[in-house]
């Protein structure tokens, strides 16, 4: 599962540092990263998360061995 993540996790984050990134440089410190999470996680958890369990699963969840 961990692998997992980080195959969905690792493009995420860099699609949203080349998209949100430059339009923070201005903010407080503490305001980006709040912002990072705000975007990455929702993102992970409702759309790519569940399309990578499912394209994965036979992987993830093999078929119990008799």
């Given amino acids: 599962m961990a692998l ?3 195959l969905g996790a ?3 984050t860099l699609l949203i540092q ?3 990134t430059p339009h923070t440089g201005t903010w407080p ?3 980006k990263a709040a ?3 705000l975007v990455l996680l929702p993102t992970l958890t409702y759309l790519v998360m569940p399309r990578l369990s499912r394209l994965l699963r036979r992987w993830l969840y093999p078929p119990p061995q008799n």
């Fill in 4 to 6: 997992t993540t980080f």
């Fill in 10 to 12: 690792y493009p995420c």
């Fill in 18 to 20: 080349w998209l949100v």
């Fill in 29 to 31: 410190l503490p305001l």
């Fill in 35 to 37: 912002a990072f999470p």
